[in-house]
């Protein structure tokens, strides 16, 4: 064979080679497309496939003025990809290896100036840039490229940390290189919303508060979540080697939805009136619980309802389980007197007596469908019988008794009932009490004396509170309601909510009788004195209930009330103020505990109300006919 030619065996050997590198190459692309291909392609798409969401802005609360209560302002999350920065100085080193060094240096100058901005030590954020790594659940380690640095920076800080220049400082930020400012290498960002209140504690127990993983708890953000409730958005695009979103290549885009707006009938003004009557009775009187509810007497809508103790939105983690109960509508106590206005109401109403029907109430029981029923004792001795306006202004036990007697059982019953006692109010803020009205049939013989006056019957601040806000209105028991309208984004409203009744309870005939009987009470020969306020019809009903301890009632544990409106003639607004367990102190003997009469705590209170809300809402003496205060001859009980 010529010299000129290779060998038949060195040109087998170099086919063999060739086909077995066309063989490798081949198995391996069988490897890769075939056998390995589910779990490389889910490898390349987390790397390459990129998918954000884009957070929506929660609907904001006002007040009935349009002042916000409730707000979502925005924040930016800080994070940290430890890997980028050794990657990115691998990369720029391989051709320039003094230019990584230098790079390094400018970063870290970067993240001194970021923890000076943060407040964090540099220790502590430089432990953020080292690079670590996570066992997945198949067995494979893998880099973390997420850290949180921070919860969220407002838009003022992230303008600083954007502002970033550690160059040349004598020059112009635009002409200083761009690897000395900006953001440092591996600092990642998103932006997203804080639920802030920006009056603090101002009608929490209406509000309710949103927690940090966007959950409402409570109040108007839990009732009004559907509407308040924002939508994200969120795009898919693919990232370059750098991590960089290529935006060429989103190929969806969602925009987010933002929520839309609440308005309540709470005002701002009426609301810090009564809240700061609130504090002046806590620190006063050291109650274990306190609730003030303002109303408005014609449509029912709530202007103002405070609890104590109370809590900052803002900082509701810290807030006690106590704190942050609604008690207005969750807690349960006897109503005591306030109650006898059903009793008056319902005999009234059944034409079974008149205001001036009179009644002994100097016995001490009475002989009802064959047995001794015995009375509740009242505060004062009655020389002689009264008329059913003065059992109401006199507050008389013995009296309200006769009156339920009159009524009987079932009677008593229906007429509660239809006050609204025993069952829910509505008001869409979470975790209500149907308070305890029980049926007849499972009343002990003792119970027609006692339910009249407000014991055997549990009910809530709130219901007591539309108790007498169905006489306000003229008979009719009214839906409690605390959300006005919803509004879209530029303010509008989209819906509005009316005035609503739940049933007429009395005619509008009894309800007049009645508020001028109630006037009574705030008056001179009243249980109510200090309510009255010159020139104005006030008319309303103390309460004094003791306390149910370890199964008895209690004479050294009392709660105390009242709850009124005005102007008697032509109702505005009504007023109630419920006072659990308030100390007071004998002046002549501080060591000795009184009790917590509702006419020594709430109807003070109620007065200080009454005068701030008269001055706020223009609330003018009525014009049409006075009706005169009816006066007696013997004064009546404290109760």
Request: glycine letters at 8%.
């Amino acid at each position: 064979m010529s010299k000129g030619f290779a060998s038949s065996y060195r040109l087998v050997l170099i086919a063999t080679g060739v086909l077995l590198c066309f063989v490798a190459v081949g198995a391996r692309l069988v490897s890769l497309h075939v056998l390995e291909r589910a779990h490389l392609v889910t490898y390349v798409d987390q790397a390459r496939y990129d998918m954000e969401r884009e957070h929506g802005r929660r609907g904001d609360i006002l007040d009935a003025r349009g002042d916000v209560l409730a707000t979502s302002r925005p924040l930016v999350q800080l994070a940290v990809d430890a890997w980028y920065v050794p990657e990115y100085l691998e990369h720029i080193g391989k051709n320039n290896p003094g230019r990584a060094v230098e790079r390094e240096s400018i970063e870290r100058q970067k993240r001194r100036e970021l923890a000076d901005i943060l407040d964090i030590p540099y220790a502590e954020l430089e432990a953020f840039w080292q690079p670590e790594k996570r066992n997945t659940s198949d067995g494979r380690t893998i880099p973390v490229r997420w850290r949180k640095l921070h919860d969220g920076v407002d838009e003022s800080v992230f303008d600083r940390i954007m502002a970033i220049n550690v160059g040349d400082r004598t020059k112009a930020l635009n002409e200083v290189p761009r690897a000395y400012k900006g953001l440092p290498l591996g600092l990642t960002f998103k932006r997203r919303y804080e639920r802030y209140y920006p009056r603090k504690q101002l009608a929490a127990h209406v509000l309710g508060f949103v927690n940090k993983e966007n959950v409402p708890f409570g109040g108007i953000e839990a009732h009004a979540d559907d509407y308040l409730r924002a939508y994200d958005g969120w795009w898919e695009s693919e990232k370059d080697g750098r991590r960089r979103e290529m935006a060429h290549l989103r190929v969806r885009d969602v925009p987010p939805e933002d929520g839309l707006n609440v308005q309540l009938s709470i005002d701002s003004a009426v609301q810090h009136l009564i809240e700061s009557e609130l504090a002046y009775i806590a620190q006063t009187y050291e109650p274990k619980k306190a609730s003030i509810i303002v109303s408005d007497a014609q449509t029912g809508f709530i202007l103002g309802l405070a609890n104590y103790p109370t809590y900052n939105l803002n900082d509701y983690g810290s807030a006690t389980e106590d704190q942050q109960r609604n008690v207005a509508i969750t807690d349960q106590l006897d109503p005591g007197s306030t109650f006898k206005i059903v009793a008056a109401s319902g005999a009234l109403e059944a034409g079974l007596v008149n205001p001036g029907t009179r009644f002994n109430c100097s016995i001490d029981s009475i002989e009802y469908k064959g047995r001794v029923r015995r009375f509740i004792p009242d505060d004062h001795a009655n020389t002689h019988p009264l008329s059913v306006a003065e059992i109401i202004s006199h507050s008389s036990n013995i009296g309200a008794a006769q009156l339920g007697m009159l009524l009987g059982e079932q009677g008593l019953y229906d007429t509660a009932h239809k006050f609204g006692f025993g069952e829910k109010t509505g008001l869409p803020l979470g975790y209500e009490s149907p308070g305890l009205l029980n049926h007849p049939d499972k009343w002990s013989a003792v119970e027609i004396t006692r339910i009249p006056a407000g014991y055997s019957i549990s009910a809530t601040p709130m219901q007591i509170h539309y108790g007498m806000a169905t006489i306000a209105s003229g008979g009719e028991l009214l839906k409690p309601q605390v959300v006005r309208a919803i509004l879209d984004e530029n303010g509008e409203p989209i819906f509005r909510f009316d005035r609503s009744a739940r049933r007429r309870v009395i005619s509008p005939e009894t309800a007049a009788e009645m508020a001028q009987m109630l006037m009574g009470v705030a008056s001179d020969e009243g249980t109510a004195k200090k309510a009255e306020i010159p020139g104005y019809e006030v008319a309303g009903k103390t309460g004094t209930a003791q306390k149910l301890i370890d199964g008895k009632y209690s004479k050294r544990h009392h709660i105390g009330s009242f709850s009124g409106f005005f102007p008697a003639s032509d109702p505005r607004v009504v007023v109630t103020v419920i006072v659990d367990d308030a100390v007071i102190r004998s002046p002549y003997n501080p060591s000795r505990r009184m009790i917590n009469y509702g006419s020594q705590v709430a109807v003070p209170a109620f007065a200080r109300v009454a005068r701030g809300l008269i001055s706020y809402l223009d609330i003018q003496p009525a014009t049409g006919p006075t009706r005169t205060s009816p006066r007696y001859a013997i004064q009546g009980g404290r109760r």
